[in-house]
């Protein structure tokens, strides 16, 4: 099984996205989308994302 949209997930390259806003770390809903290679909608549905 290959995989076609593979990106690389470094500590550093997560570190890099997670923002503080009102002092809790938050990351945008569209990183975390591109992160687990899922559409945006896609993260309402927990069950869709993969382990």
């Known amino acids: 099984m290959s995989k076609?949209?593979?990106?690389a997930i470094t500590?550093?390259?997560v570190m890099n996205k997670i923002y503080y806003i009102r002092g809790?770390?938050?990351m945008l809903?569209?990183?975390l989308a591109e992160l687990y290679g899922v559409e945006t909608k896609v993260l309402r549905s927990p069950?869709?994302?993969?382990?």
């Open 47 to 51: 069950q869709a994302i993969p382990h």
């Open 29 to 31: 809903d569209s990183i």
């Open 24 to 26: 809790q770390k938050v």
């Open 11 to 13: 500590e550093e390259n």
């Open 4 to 7: 076609t949209n593979e990106i």
